[in-house]
Structures are given as C-alpha cells and as structure tokens.
C-alpha cells in the first residue's frame, strides 16, 4: 500500500473481499482492479493483505449495514 507502484489499497481489498462474498466472479473482480485473477484468489483467501481487517466472520455486517441510513452500525 505505501508502494507508489501499488495498485491496490485497503479499501479496494475491503471491496475485493466484499463483491467475492456476493457471489462476484473473482475474473470480474480482476478487471476492474487491472490485477489478474490470482490476485484476487490471494486477497480473498486472506493469503494476502492479511492485516486489513475485518476480520472474514465480519464481512456481513459492512455487506448489510444500510449506508444511506444514519443509524451506527448493528
């Protein structure tokens, strides 16, 4: 993430990890980060970026918290 050459952050790692748990193809998800599907497979399987949380059991709250809503989060 510090690389200048880096493609990727924390919060596309979030979004990764998010669009895979809806049931996104992780080829998809590969072309619209410019990244190849492996990558992808890496990130999803927390082989990589492993520090960026939350952690997998997590995930469900961001995929389900109403954004538009002001309420805090469940």
């Known amino acids: ?7 990727l952050n924390a919060f596309n790692v979030l979004e ?4 895979a748990a809806n ?3 992780q080829r998809d998800i590969a072309k619209c980060f410019s990244v ?3 990558r992808i497979s890496y990130i999803v ?3 990589a970026w492993k520090h ?10 961001l995929l389900s ?3 538009d809503d ?5």
């Open 1 to 7: 993430e510090k690389s200048p050459n880096a493609k």
């Open 65 to 67: 918290w109403d954004y």
């Open 52 to 61: 960026i949380w939350p952690p997998k059991n997590h995930l469900f709250i």
């Open 36 to 38: 190849t599907q492996s």
């Open 70 to 74: 002001n309420s805090r989060l469940p």
């Open 45 to 47: 399987q927390r082989l």
């Open 16 to 19: 990764i990890r998010a669009r």
């Open 23 to 25: 049931g996104e193809s």
